[in-house]
């Protein structure tokens, strides 16, 4: 089963959005482990390859360089996740799974 990490600024919305984001796409026959964490946090995670896919959060774009340039180093897929995406309505759920599904 894949596993996708959203990192954020403290890991508090960004779980519902896995949380829900997760739930869809299990749903939709699509399984996948979903979690999120603050972004000291998402370093280690990255550096530790332990999961398929990284999606940054918007309010932690300043850090997307740093964390792209050590996701590549593990052979890691990470991308920035748009405003569009990142909130836990239907809407940017659907979007959220899209892009999860797109990049894994």
């Known amino acids: ?7 954020c600024a403290g890991g508090m ?3 519902l959005i896995a949380k ?11 399984e996948i482990e979903m979690n999120a964490v603050g972004v000291p946090e998402g370093g280690k995670k ?10 940054i959060s918007p309010q932690t774009k300043m850090h997307y360089k740093q964390f792209e340039d050590a996701a590549q180093k593990v052979g890691k897929p990470i991308v920035q996740i748009p405003p569009q995406a990142y909130v836990p309505i239907p809407m ?5 799974a899209k892009l999860v599904k797109e990049n894994l």
Request: aromatic share 8%; hydrophobic share 45%; glycine share 6%.
């Open 13 to 15: 919305s960004s779980s």
């Open 20 to 30: 829900k984001t997760a739930a869809l796409l299990n749903d939709q026959g699509f």
């Open 1 to 7: 089963m894949p596993k996708a990490l959203i990192i």
């Open 92 to 96: 940017g759920i659907e979007k959220m």
């Open 46 to 55: 990255i550096a530790n390859a332990e999961y398929d896919l990284y999606l």
